[in-house]
């Protein structure tokens, strides 16, 4: 298993930028791929990131693609996720979630940190 523990939310102006920090511990040796998703009230979980944990090949959904950056640090055991030019529609909790394997689903999951853009 995988520990996650996100961090970095909060309340920002639409068009402001915030940072989300993800710390994975425990088998990260075997992780094969870390998303970022997004649940807001109301609505269903929706991904939102991928990034490769060997060899960095990255993911976005259309939403976010141009605004937010996937990026990690293997070393530190730390995914990050880059958000700028935020709208209010970001506004979600946001979790982190590691996979396995290539052939696995997202089977460990973060607390998620609460996100919140206001216009």
């Known amino acids: 298993q995988v520990h996650l523990v996100e961090s970095g939310g909060g309340l920002v102006q639409a068009g402001g930028s915030l940072r989300l920090s993800c710390a994975a511990s425990?088998?990260?040796?075997?992780?094969?791929?870390m998303g970022w998703f997004r649940q807001a009230p109301g609505k269903e979980r929706e991904f939102v990131a991928a990034?490769?944990?060997?060899?960095?090949?990255?993911y976005y959904s259309d939403s976010v693609k141009g605004r937010f950056t996937i990026s990690k640090d293997n070393a530190k055991n730390m995914v990050y996720l880059e958000m700028n030019s935020l709208k209010p529609e970001d506004t979600a909790v946001y979790y982190c979630?590691?996979?396995?394997?290539?052939?696995?689903?997202?089977?460990?999951w973060g607390q998620g940190t609460q996100v919140t853009v206001s216009s």
């Open positions: 979630a590691a996979r396995l394997g290539a052939l696995s689903e997202y089977g460990n």
């Open positions: 425990g088998r990260t040796f075997s992780t094969y791929q």
């Open positions: 990034i490769r944990w060997s060899g960095g090949s990255t």
